[in-house]
């Protein structure tokens, strides 16, 4: 059974990779409290005295506005600095180092598919904090296995994300006005998991690639499109009124298109299936 230490366990990713994944490997998981990442010395001296055999890395700062102002610093010291430390450890010690990038790094217009080779050009600090790191990554570890992700949602009730954010609204208002301008795909954090399951299971063919992960789709989606899906699937008639970026002013930019093309023998499964399994889950645990 293979031995993963993962890190930011508390996370809503890491969350669903130990719940799905702990069957099948040895997962030694840390949260912030236990394996603070910004503690070089510590880290080093935890993961050589566990030797893992990979390190699966789910400690971000995910705060995309925050990292605009107050948090900027927090963001390049976490995202920037200490994943590449990370890294730099797990090629000392000759373990496996897989860690979670995003389609924020790319700026968004190319107005169709990113492939793993793209350009890419941040538009904010939290892009550019993963931006920097996936260019210091390779020069410190070659074999480092890059994934980019886009628009996470997942394990229900703990976390706020955008559906759990939609059903509370819907309890108390019937129309919405929802981004109907910014083009994306969503990821559901258990595929997530079992498409990293798969990498792990195989990771001879992934050393020092980039991987584009999010659920399928033939096209793009917006909020309003996802919205009204989340709708649909719940049976709730709520009003979704379609609206443009600019009435919803935020302190960082997002990219306008940011569809990623994903190359790999991994393909993850279409998103209203997982949307539909999602929610099901969600009523299941509430009934
Ligand atoms: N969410 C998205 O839509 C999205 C999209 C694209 C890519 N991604 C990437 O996917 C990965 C997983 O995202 P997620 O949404 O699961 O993130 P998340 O829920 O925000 O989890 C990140 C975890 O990292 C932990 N952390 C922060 N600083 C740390 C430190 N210094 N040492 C140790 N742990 C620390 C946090 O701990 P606390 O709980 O103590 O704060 C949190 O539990 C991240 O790399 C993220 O950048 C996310």
Known sequence: MKKILLTGANGM?????????????????????????????????????????IILNAAAYTAVDDAEDIGKLKNFEINTLWVYHL?????????????????????????????????????????????????????ENKNTIIIRTSWLYGWWKKFKNFVNTMLKLSKTRNELKVVNDQFWIPTFTKDLAFAIWEIIENIWDFRGKILHFSNSSENAITWFDFTRKIFEISEK????????????????????????????NIQLRNWEDWLKNYLNTLQQENE
Not at 251 to 262: D, E, I, M, T, V
């Open 87 to 139: 890294g730099k450890i797990s090629k000392e010690l000759n373990i496996d180092f897989i860690t979670i990038s995003t389609d924020y790094v790319f700026d968004g217009q190319k107005k169709e598919w990113y492939a793993e080779n793209d350009i890419q050009n941040p538009i904010n600090e939290y892009g550019m904090s993963k931006y920097l790191w996936e260019k210091l990554a390779w020069e």
């Open 237 to 264: 008639n709520i009003h979704v009124i379609p609206c443009s970026s600019s009435d919803f002013q935020t302190k960082a930019k997002r990219p306008q298109f940011s569809l990623l093309k994903n190359n790999s």
């Open 13 to 53: 990713f890491a969350t669903d990779f130990i719940k799905y994944c702990s069957s099948d490997f040895e997962i030694i998981w840390f949260d912030r409290m236990w394996l603070d990442i910004t503690n070089f010395e510590t880290s080093k001296k935890i993961i050589s005295e566990i030797m893992p055999d």
